[in-house]
């Protein structure tokens, strides 16, 4: 089973991200800031996370550098979660190492097939 | 003893106020913990089936609906709360389920009873609500908020029209909603004094989007200059490509300077490679300093090599910040900035003093903090030893300093 | 016999006791009068800052912060942050202040010429490399600026300026001239600011553009509390006693002297250690005055100033929540060098400014914000000492029986308490950051406790801090030449201070250094010039 890693700070957005994806037939495992969201990442057995750009302590874009420095988790994909749709942010997003972005307010049908994209995309 | 009486009735007293005091604190959490476990004994169980709604898909999504649209008065009121704060947060189907589920509820058509409430915060809350639940048929009571007395109830109007009058927005499909939107959006600039506050109108009429263009681009022809810098902002956000020849307009006719230095970042930012003999003009050593400005930022930013010579010349330019725009204009071209740039800074003798400082500034800065493709560090290494070369022989005759034509060389 | 006779009589007679008989005769009252004076007008304020903080929770929903982070037209600041050996917590505060919810921020940190492993550190954790950018002189600069570094790569807004020590209010102007941002908001190396406080703070600027010029945070204390991922997860009250009653009058002096006084449109005070500026007007005010031990005062007195002065309308904002966290002295050898050091800023400043002081054209400021500040701040501690000293003496004597001085004294004491308590409910109504019952209980004790011995110390204090004002300038007025030098080391993180052992709590015990430090931190997270009465 596949298996996603939410990262928010924002409760509701993280239960809402969970629900739909756990709908879909994805396991799920949730962190509330960067810090937690590495650790989890680093435990193992994570396919794909799911990461909000602005979270107080580890940022979005802290966290999935730092996961792309580290040789087990360098190629996780990783799907950015912004309220700031602004060119110049999408592209630090990227230049981080994400693999796509989503914008908030956020359509929990795009997300599922964005997950699925990038995991079709990355996978073998 | 009255005196000692009447300090002894005084420290009673205190002590009573002291003590009534506590026993308040000690209410107000007591009743604030049971108020919270009332809803969490209510509303958490309830949790699964308002996420259902809100991811918004098939027939488990509108059963959920159904179920909540169900609850005693009681219950519902303890579930609003948490209704109300996903509201804001998801598109598509959930979004529009969560509305309807508002609407059966009869919290839309409380609050648009709201709008009209005595109290400003009760007629701004209303108005955020239904900017939040993005529900378009409100547009034209939110427009008409816009006039409101209270400033704050103007603002929060402003904010929730971006929201209500977007394209995405519930019920949408009647009426043009969206140009309703920005016109009384734009309108709200047009007097004396701004309705509301330019940058959360310009955030509003950006939310709106592509649809709203139209009413932008008529709004450059304003009569207020708030109202075309606001339009003239939100297109270059927009990235509106067919308003580059207005803005262009804008840019060398303007009577004001802060718009047609506000219409100059537009176009760098809409990058229109056509915008650039305009945005040249703009640069021009007679005009306004804050035109001149943005004009050399947005020259980077559209990113056309025929700014090339301008830019160069601009890098000893009187004005400081022009002077610096310039570099990082030239440094944001790319290569051939970047060439033009090393090339300056390697001129110690002959180029003018500023322009090679300036140069070595931010080409330096650049490499070390190491924000350049490595394409880039080997063309500046390239033209750093060029100039080397140059520097040993240059007793031999005919060997100068590059001359612009040579500096130029990927432009012409 | 009139009481002008018994003053002949008594004063002839010479005795000590005399002498006590005719001040307890001539100052009883108008102690007792004034301490009666200064705590209604506490109540008066506190009830304005409930009314204040009501209005703005009513406005919780309505504030847009959510989108204001989104857009990418929110006005963009600059967080500047001045550090002296702070190698301690310097990298976590630097990186929770990256890490704080804001569309485009930068921090700016100005190490004051650091004998530590600051910058090292820094460097480290945030991969530093110099660049030979040139900052521009907006503000004048005394020290020499060394080098300025930023990370490798562009990875984060950051900015590392490394320059000669020459005392906070300069490292502050480097660090606005490091700035590249519209607003600039200033910050203790060691505060902890909620996720949201930056927008929320910032968001005056944008409701009202043109009038707004400045903005006050609030300042909490946060011994005791956990930290977690650079915020503060879970408040709590310290262990000590000092530290409480500290926790007890920030809250206090918060309710006092901020929202009160903003609700009353005179806020004169915006702590260093968390205020947000528009860099112009700083800019047009010439920064913060580096020969002044309060600078951030001196510099919210001086923009009052000059914005009366160019008759221009202007607000300045007090934004009650979320808030910046600061470490308050744990031991009192710290608070009392603290307090000395506040009173003196306090009375400098309010010296410099004197020609404000009652003056109409400066309406509420010169009228009411400041003459209430000479007379309930700045003469405060006098009058109370006054008290503490004669009251004792009295009942030696045998001029008032001691039933009757204990009876008023605990008057006195239980009118503080209550407004104290009242300050309480204000919080516990509003933002309610303490959870635990024990905690509050704890609160309300230190409420009454800290009447006995703490704040007849910090009266103590303050009257200490007054006094080597005073002997300051005679020393300053008798040779000259030295005024420069003088002026100079009062910036330079009070060099005139001598050592002290490390005091600060449980966060940073693990600190070597923190003479220097310590002192310096004294003078910038005030909650108000005299949180005590």
């Known amino acids: ?124 | 003893m009255t005196f000692f009486a009447v300090v002894v009735l005084g420290l009673v007293l205190v002590s009573a106020l002291v003590l009534a005091l506590a026993v308040s604190i000690a209410a107000v959490r007591g009743l604030r913990a049971r108020r919270e476990a009332h809803r969490r004994a209510v509303a958490e169980p309830l949790r699964p089936l308002l996420l259902e709604v809100a991811v918004g898909e098939g027939e488990d999504a509108e059963a959920a609906a159904d179920t909540l649209a169900a609850l005693d008065t009681a219950a519902w009121r303890t579930v609003e709360p948490a209704v109300l704060a996903v509201l804001g947060k998801v598109r598509g189907d959930g979004q529009r389920l969560l509305v309807e589920l508002l609407a059966v509820r009869g919290v839309i058509t409380r609050e648009r009873g709201r709008l009209h409430a005595r109290g400003a915060v009760r007629r701004a809350a209303a108005a955020e609500l239904l900017g939040a639940a993005a529900y378009a048929p409100a547009v034209p009571e939110l427009a008409a908020l816009l006039h409101d007395g209270d400033p704050e109830v103007r603002l929060v109007a402003a904010r929730a029209l971006g929201r209500a009058g977007a394209p995405g927005a519930v019920g949408m499909d009647a009426g043009d909603g969206v140009g309703q939107a920005a016109s009384a959006l734009l309108a709200a600039l047009a007097g004396q004094q701004p309705a509301a506050p330019p940058d959360v109108v310009a955030r509003s009429l950006m939310l709106l989007g592509a649809p709203a263009a139209g009413a932008l681009r008529a709004a450059l022809g304003a009569p207020s200059a708030l109202e075309r810098l606001t339009a003239a902002e939100v297109l270059g956000r927009l990235g509106v490509a067919a308003a580059s020849r207005d803005l262009e307009e804008i840019v060398l006719r303007d009577p004001s300077d802060v718009v047609r230095a506000r219409a100059a970042t537009a176009l760098g930012r809409i990058g229109a490679p056509l915008a650039v003999s305009a945005l040249r003009a703009a640069t021009s050593p007679t005009g306004a300093a804050a035109v001149r400005r943005a004009a050399v930022v947005a020259l980077g930013e559209v990113g056309d090599p025929v700014a090339l010579r301008c830019l160069w010349s601009l890098l000893d330019d009187g004005d400081a910040h022009v002077a610096d725009g310039a570099a990082s204009a030239l440094l944001a071209l790319g290569a051939p900035g970047v060439r033009v740039l090393a090339e300056v800074a390697s001129q110690e003798q002959d180029g003018s003093p500023g322009a090679v400082a300036r140069a070595h500034e931010v080409v330096a800065c650049a490499v070390l903090a190491e924000v350049l493709p490595p394409l880039l560090v080997d063309e500046v290494d390239r033209v750093r030893r060029a100039a080397a070369t140059r520097a040993a022989v240059v007793s031999v005759p005919g060997a100068g300093p590059a001359t612009g034509a040579e500096l130029l060389g990927v432009g012409a | 016999m009139s009481w002008v006779d018994v003053l002949q009589l008594e004063l002839l007679g010479g005795t000590v006791r005399g002498t006590v008989a005719v001040l307890v005769q001539v100052l009883a009252l108008p102690v007792l009068l004034y301490v009666l004076a200064i705590n209604s007008s506490y109540l008066v304020l506190i009830g304005l800052a409930g009314v204040d903080m009501v209005r703005y929770l009513r406005r919780e929903r309505i504030r847009g912060v959510e989108d204001a982070s989104a857009s990418p037209l929110t006005q963009s600041v600059s967080v500047v942050m001045a550090a002296y050996n702070e190698e301690a917590g310097i990298v976590g505060s630097v990186s929770a202040m990256l890490a704080l919810r804001h569309p485009r921020h930068e921090v700016v940190v100005v190490d004051d010429g650091s004998t530590d492993a600051t910058f090292a550190l820094l460097r480290e954790a945030f991969d530093l490399v110099e660049v030979p950018r040139r900052l521009p002189d907006d503000l004048p600069v005394r020290a020499r600026i060394r080098s300025v570094h930023v990370p490798r790569g562009g990875r984060s807004p950051l900015v590392v300026v490394r320059k000669d020590n020459g005392g906070r209010a300069d490292a502050t102007n480097v660090g606005v001239n490091a700035a590249r941002h519209d607003l600039v908001c200033f910050v203790d190396a060691d505060s902890v600011l909620d996720p949201d406080a930056l927008l929320t703070v910032s968001r005056p600027f944008a409701d009202d553009p043109v009038r707004v010029v400045a903005t006050a945070g609030a300042v909490r204390a946060v011994n005791g509390s956990t930290l977690v991922g650079g915020r503060v997860a879970d408040v709590r009250m310290p262990r000590g006693w000092t530290a409480r009653f500290q926790v007890v009058e920030y809250l206090r002096a918060f309710c006092v002297g901020r929202a009160g006084w903003s609700r009353m449109q005179s806020l004169i005070l915006i702590s260093g250690a968390f205020g947000m500026y528009r860099r112009d007007v700083v800019v047009e005010v010439g920064g913060m005055d580096t020969s002044c031990i309060g600078e951030d005062f001196e510099l919210t007195l001086r923009l009052h100033r000059h914005m009366r002065r160019t008759h221009r309308e202007y607000r300045v904002v007090f934004v009650p929540e979320p808030a910046s966290w600061t470490e308050v002295p744990a031991t009192r050898t710290v608070l009392a060098r603290q307090r000395r050091r506040w009173q003196r800023g306090l009375a400098e400043t309010l010296w410099r400014h004197r020609g404000m002081i009652g003056n109409p054209r400066y309406g509420r400021i010169g009228l009411v914000a400041l003459p209430y500040f000479v007379l309930f701040e700045l003469v405060a501690p006098v009058i109370e000492l006054v008290g503490v000293v004669l009251a004792p003496l009295a009942v030696a004597f045998g001029l008032v029986p001691w039933q009757a001085a204990a009876a008023l004294a605990l008057l006195c004491f239980g009118y503080a308490a209550m407004v104290t308590v009242a300050a309480l409910l204000v919080e516990e109504v509003s933002f309610h950051r303490s959870q635990r019952w024990r905690d509050l209980g704890r609160g309300l004790v230190a409420a009454v406790l800290e009447n006995f011995g703490h704040r007849q110390l910090t009266a103590l204090w303050r009257v200490q801090g007054l006094w080597s004002l005073l002997r300051g300038q005679r020393q300053v007025w008798g040779a000259m030449d030295r005024q420069g030098l003088a002026a100079g080391g009062a910036a330079s993180a009070g060099t005139d201070v001598v050592v002290l052992p490390e005091t600060r709590g449980a966060l940073r015990a693990s600190r070597a250094d923190g003479t220097d430090r310590a002192d310096r931190t004294d003078r910038t997270d005030r909650p108000l010039a005299g949180a005590g009465r």
């Open chain 1, 1 to 124: 089973m596949t298996t996603v890693l939410v990262a928010d700070d924002d409760l509701d957005i993280r239960e809402l991200v969970a629900f739909k994806l756990a709908q879909a037939g994805y396991e799920v495992r949730s962190a509330p800031d960067g810090a937690a969201a590495l650790d989890l990442a680093r435990a193992g057995g994570v396919d794909i996370v799911v990461l909000d750009l602005m979270m107080p302590g580890l940022s979005g874009l802290d966290v999935c550098a730092e996961l792309r420095r580290q040789e087990a988790t360098a190629d996780l994909p990783v799907i950015m979660l912004t309220a700031r749709a602004q060119d110049q942010d999408v592209a630090s997003g990227f230049a981080a190492g994400a693999d796509d972005y989503v914008v908030k307010p956020f359509s929990p049908r795009e997300l599922v097939s964005r997950v699925q994209a990038v995991l079709g995309r990355t996978r073998p």
